[in-house]
């Protein structure tokens, strides 16, 4: 009798975290499905912090505490019950643009794809196949819709990439009217709601920190942008794939990024994070967002917070995901700690807009030519 009872409670237990686990609160209700039946509860990221949206963005200091912890120990947190954000809807036109002609795509291709294209930073990347450090088809979007400002010749390599920060955006033409302003609406409204959230985790920081002087590096961020990104199934493996650290074999790498990353999974695994001395899977976003910092963000912090190293590793399934870089001011102090320490990137650069022109050519060889790099001779 006993036990027809608790099999019957377990059915309904189970049934009724399924139905609230479709829920906005997804990831609290699954870790609750974990609990009950004796799921690995160990697991370390079940302590990572989930922030509600609402409350970050009206700076209620009371998430000071947690975001902190979190981002000490684990490097990263979620954010949840996003408003007006529907993370369904942002997948189902993330999918069909990738399903695009290759023709219509190749249109907003970036520069060093399509020389005959002006777009440098923003817009389309098709996979590259021989590649064995990373493996993705991606279309980056930024906060800019007025025309690129304009530069000459003689301007120096540091005014052109200042322009091409601003870059204005490219959207597809599809032939499919309802599809163009939509998919337009939705990115657009998506980089919106990502700005908040980044600006909310900035006041956050300060706050903890108590250095207000922190939020004035990021006042007009120029430089950020939302990444579509889709990994197909790799057809061959070479050895670059594999990690270096376990042999694991690897869609992205392991690295640590650079700024203020919002990051959206949906429900794809594949991502992984150190921890202590071992990757460890991180939990979905689902409908909500991961948040990290980068190097430059540990470092100007005075590593009171940790750049979290991470990677995706190569799953049997086609994965999509959408990183969104926050970035400081194209002439915001990136060379001195909240302390007044000399960082690593003062070493060689004092703002971040010269930061980044070392930075890019070294992660994406090509993307901007020389003139955008280095000087002329006078």
């Not at 039946?37 to 700076?59: C, G, M, Q, W």
């Not at 200091?61 to 019950?81: A, K, L, P």
């Not at 007009?220 to 493996?237: A, C, K």
């Not at 003062?346 to 901007?368: A, C, D, H, N, Q």
């Amino acid at each position: 009798m006993n036990t027809k009872i608790n099999t019957s409670v377990a059915c309904i237990t189970l049934a009724l975290s399924l139905y609230l686990s479709s829920l906005t609160e997804i990831r609290i209700f699954t870790d609750i499905k974990n609990r009950l039946f004796n799921k690995d509860t160990e697991h370390p990221f079940h302590r990572v912090p989930s922030i509600p949206y609402s409350r970050l963005i009206n700076n209620i200091e009371s998430i000071d505490t947690e975001i902190f912890g979190s981002m000490r120990e684990f490097g990263f947190f979620y954010v949840t019950n996003i408003t007006n954000y529907d993370a369904v809807t942002e997948l189902k036109y993330l999918k069909k643009f990738f399903t695009l002609p290759t023709s219509t795509k190749m249109a907003l291709a970036v520069n060093k794809h399509d020389r005959s294209n002006q777009n440098v930073y923003r817009g389309y990347g098709p996979v590259v196949e021989n590649s064995g450090t990373q493996h993705k088809e991606m279309f980056n979007i930024g906060p800019h819709e007025g025309p690129t400002p304009r530069y000459e010749h003689t301007d120096s390599s540091l005014d052109k990439l200042r322009a091409i920060s601003r870059e204005q955006n490219v959207w597809p033409v599809s032939g499919d009217g309802e599809f163009d302003v939509e998919f337009k609406r939705v990115f657009r409204q998506g980089v919106q709601i990502r700005i908040a959230i980044a600006q909310g985790v900035i006041r956050s920081i300060a706050r903890s920190l108590n250095a207000e002087e922190f939020v004035s590096r990021f006042t007009d961020h120029e430089f950020s942008t939302l990444g579509l990104r889709r990994y197909p199934v790799r057809t061959r493996i070479n050895q670059n794939m594999k990690s270096e650290y376990d042999n694991v074999t690897l869609s992205e790498l392991e690295h640590e990024d650079s700024t203020v990353t919002i990051l959206t999974t949906f429900n794809c695994t594949g991502l992984q994070a150190l921890y202590g001395d071992k990757y460890i899977d991180v939990p979905p976003s689902n409908e909500g967002f991961i948040i990290n910092i980068g190097t430059i963000i540990e470092d100007i912090t005075d590593k009171k917070i940790k750049a979290v190293r991470h990677r995706v590793k190569q799953v049997d399934f086609e994965r999509h995901s959408i990183p969104f870089f926050f970035n400081p001011s194209f002439d915001a102090d990136i060379g001195t700690s909240i302390s007044g320490r000399l960082t690593a990137a003062g070493e060689k650069t004092k703002i971040f807009g010269e930061w980044m022109r070392e930075y890019l050519p070294s992660v994406e060889p090509s993307l901007l030519e020389n003139s955008l790099t280095k000087d002329n001779d006078l």
